[in-house]
């Protein structure tokens, strides 16, 4: 048997990429899908050079609609499958996606979004939340994980797979281009070690025994005949997916409930929001921040109270609103006012964040 | 004429920079040479109007020059193929690869260039590179390499005591590779700590970093 | 130097030099081209369509008519563009992930329907744009960013072999050939048929042309050549496989 990729803890100086690779073999990750796209490229590129030294596999497929149904039929088989996308090829990912949201089967798909729409800009973006935690015909059933350091990707990406295998939606790290190239310094570690149990994985198809005889065959299915079919089916997703939810939202807060506004950011941004806010605190400002970690589901009760107790949010993100729309949707009736920072495509620095936080509360 | 090769986010361009501006400033005429063909980030092309000014000849793209910077913004531009054939000192930042040094093969005479040495840049705070097994492990499949670099460092972190350990475990790589280490670079705060030879009693190269605003 | 004098009359002189990089194949191909496109006189009604990957570098590369797509989806938008309007010449230029892997179904839906387009696919052995990663042309033991110890067919396969699966889906009428960046004179050849073909609506038409990529196989010139010339061509026959009429004998 190969040894572990990880053993002990030690810092590490990496680039966002590398970490998903060895986050993704720390997590027990059997096999990766995937086709060149920038800028996930690297997180192929490491996987490919380790993966062998360690009994793994790699498959690169023709395009991002293979990447995605082989990343599914690796789950069906019942090994820890995942792939890596951004922009155009998360597009064409939402066709697989929605089957393993029908189906309930554990992928995980690792997005470092990129610039929108069409093929635009390979940088940096946060224009793939809309696509990632609603996207494809459905009502999104997914988890999604939005990460702001490098620490953060490799202790989200593990968790990812666990909450996939445990849970048993499609789960998402959604990254983008920053996180992917940018270098700083983490800690990896070995999660069992740590006290983090690895869920285990399990085939669908494929189990021990002669199906009909031994036991009943696994067929599964995404096609139904009548409206009730279906009815009934998307019920009992919604009924489960809200029955966990509180159990998988995440998020981050500072004086959100004791301030009169309160700034809210996803990923990489809220770096930029948790400096400038911490700088104008200590000037005085009644300024606090909620940073959802995951877009979906989002900590709906926590946000709403924030919501009602601030007189106005500010959303800042890298999109024309997309952040927003959620936030916009879970905290419907509240009584702060929204008011927005859109930069798509663009990053938002700390200066810009206080700049604005400065003119609203005058 | 000196060409930094060596794994992902190892520092060369950050070293290649560093080396480029010291011999700048010792008086002599400098070449900077970006032959980074993998990736479209971190590389010299947010800094070369400051590098040029600083007196320093730069061979890189300009970003408005390129068209779908990362979906085809790797190229190699024609004037850097011609590098060696410039006067004064040529210094190469060469980006990583599966196929390392080969990247030199586009240059012309660089196979018969006498003057040229391959410098391997290694941080040991890299998962690949993080013993001396993995580092003459990793340096042997680079192809050719003449001297050894240590970068080890973690970023904002990094101590004296990172940069030592650093230095030590590069130092065993060379022996076992048989090839000496230039020199050790270390963020000027930390070189002042260490002093003018590292614990192996290599060179101390204090350095500025400027490649963190180099991110596209 | 002689470069001015030698560029075909379609060419857009303003957008030269061109953005490729030294010895890459992209400029003879297009160069072969562009003098078929001046010997036919068909400047004025051709529609020229690229992907994404190096060839979209070529974008602005020409004086007619040019849409940059999505990657693997240039057949169909210029299929779809000589449907609505069949007077039009239309010609899909694309590197061999964009052909042969995301839209390997286009190539052979088009193909099957026998379109009365002219696909020209370039194939250098990988992913230029991205860094180099393995395409379906990757040759077996051939080093790239996503096969780092060698291609191994036992696993990935062998190269695509994409003229002769194209010749085996398209009906009579179709054109299909595999030249080489080695050969321009020859090239220029196929490429000028493939659009007489296209001209006289006889059926689908189809170039993959072997062509250089220096910077990502890391090769010096005399390197290059012999790659091109004698490790592509142990996988990939250079000629014409389909042809709806006599053979054509420039180059021989």
Known sequence: MPEKPIKGEKRYFMTGNEVVAYAALAAGADIMYGYPITPQNEIMHYWTRLAPRYGKDFLQTEDELSAGFTTVGGVLAGKKSFTATAGPGNTLMQEPVSMAEAMRLPIVVVIQQRGGPSTATVIYSQQEVTMTTIGGNGEGFRIVYSTATHQELFDYTIKAFNAAWKYRFPTFVLGDGYQAKMRESLTMYDPEEKGIPIVPSEPYVGKPGVPGVDRPPGQYRNTYNVEEELYEVVENLARDFNAIAPEVAEYESLEAGRSDLVVVSHGVISRAVKEAVSELREAGASVGYFRPVTLRPLAEKELRDAANKAKAMLLVESANGQMARLIKDAAYGCKAEMIPLYKPGMGITAEEVAAKIRSILG | MEAYVGEYASGKSEVAVNRALMLSRAGRRVTLVDLDIVEPCYTLRPIKKELTAAGIQVLAWETRDTVGLGETGNVLRAENRWALKRPGDIILDIGYGVEGSRTLNLLEGASEDPDLKVVAVINTSRPMTGSVREIVDYVRQLGRVDMLLNNTHLGDETTAETVQEGARFVAGAAESLGVPVLATAAVEEVAAVIGFEDCVGNPVWPIKRYMPHTLW | ?252
């Open chain 3, 1 to 252: 130097m002689s470069l001015q004098l030698a560029m075909p009359k379609s060419w857009r002189v303003d957008t030269k030099p061109h953005k490729f990089c030294p010895g890459c194949g992209h400029g003879l191909v297009l160069k072969a081209l562009g003098q078929a496109i001046d010997e036919l006189g068909i400047q004025d009604r051709t529609v020229y369509g690229c992907d994404i990957g190096c060839s979209l570098l070529s974008w602005d590369f020409f004086n007619f008519d040019s849409i940059q797509t999505h990657h693997g989806r240039t057949t169909p938008v210029i299929t779809g563009l000589k449907r609505a309007n069949p007077n039009l010449i239309g010609i899909a230029y694309m590197g061999d992930g964009g052909g042969y892997a995301i839209g390997s179904q286009h190539l052979v839906n088009a193909a099957s329907r026998n379109e009365k387009i002219t696909v020209i696919l370039v194939n250098n052995t990988q992913y230029g744009m991205t860094g180099g990663q393995m395409a379906p042309t990757t040759m077996p033991g051939q080093k790239t960013e996503t096969s780092p110890y060698g291609r191994d067919p036992e696993k990935t396969g062998y190269p695509t072999q994409g003229p002769e699966m194209v010749a085996a889906v398209t009906r009579e009428g179709a054109y299909v050939a595999r030249g080489t960046v080695s050969n321009p004179r020859q090239l220029r050849g196929f490429i000028k048929k493939a659009l007489e073909n296209q001209i006289q609506g006889r059926g689908f038409s189809f170039v993959e042309v072997l062509s250089t990529c220096p910077t990502n196989w890391r090769t010096n010139a005399e390197e290059t050549w012999k790659f091109v010339e004698k490790e592509m061509t142990r996988y990939f026959k250079v000629g014409e496989i389909k042809v709806p009429e006599p053979r054509h004998e420039e180059g021989k």
